[in-house]
Every structure is written in C-alpha cells, then in structure tokens.
C-alpha cells in the first residue's frame, strides 16, 4: 500500500512563492509516475503538474505554464510543487498522486494513491 503525505501548504500574500511536499512510502518510488492537483470549494479536482518515474519529463496545463514547477528527488522518496507569483485563484487543497499505468496523466483517473492534501490560501 503506497502512503503519500504533503505538508508545505499555509497562508501567503499575493506574489509570494510556497513549496508544497509530498512523501512517499510503501511501494518503489520509482516505479510511479507522480502528479499535482488541486482543488477549491465547490469545484472539480484541477491538474497542476506531473512527473515522469526518473523525473526528466515534467508536465503542465497549457493553460498555465512558467509559475509552477514540479520535481522529485528518488533518493528521498519526495516530489515537490515550487509554486511562485501565487495568485489569489491559487487558493485550494492541493493533493499529491502517485500512479503505476501512466505518466504524465492530466486526470485524476491516472492516478492510483493519493494523499490527504494540504490547504494553500493565497490573501490578496
């Protein structure tokens, strides 16, 4: 059984950056592809990020590209989500995935485990 936990999240000013963690135990890390999403009262899970297994490839909305920035150290079993130039429309839970099928998967079907999620509230 794969556990992801986050921590990271907190309550920022507009324009300030946050990084969001994610731990991962239970299963190789390497053998899953990861994921970022998010989502705010009221509305459907968003995608925000993905990564590949070995962490070369990394994926992201076409329609919101350069602000956040996701990676993975497979040493430490950890994935991050560098977040910058936070937006009040930024405010949400913001949920780790881990997935065995599929890389790169903008929905949340491609993913098998989740985490708990962690609360980024952006103040304007």
């Known amino acids: 059984q794969v556990t992801l936990v986050e921590s990271g999240g907190g309550l920022v000013q507009a324009g300030d950056s946050l990084r969001l963690a994610c731990a991962f135990s239970?299963?190789?890390?390497?053998?899953?592809?990861m994921g970022w999403f998010r989502q705010a009262p009221g509305k459907e899970r968003e995608f925000v990020a993905a990564?590949?297994?070995?962490?070369?490839?990394?994926f992201y909305p076409d329609s919101d590209r350069g602000r956040f920035f996701m990676s993975r150290d497979n040493a430490k079993n950890m994935v991050y989500l560098q977040m910058n130039s936070l937006k009040p429309e930024d405010t949400a839970d913001y949920y780790c995935?881990?997935?065995?099928?599929?890389?790169?998967?903008?929905?949340?079907?491609?993913?098998?485990?989740w985490g708990q999620g962690t609360q980024v509230t952006v103040s304007s």
């Open positions: 995935a881990a997935g065995i099928y599929y890389t790169g998967s903008r929905t949340p079907d491609g993913y098998d485990y």
């Open positions: 239970g299963r190789p890390f390497t053998n899953y592809a």
């Open positions: 990564i590949s297994r070995n962490g070369r490839e990394t």
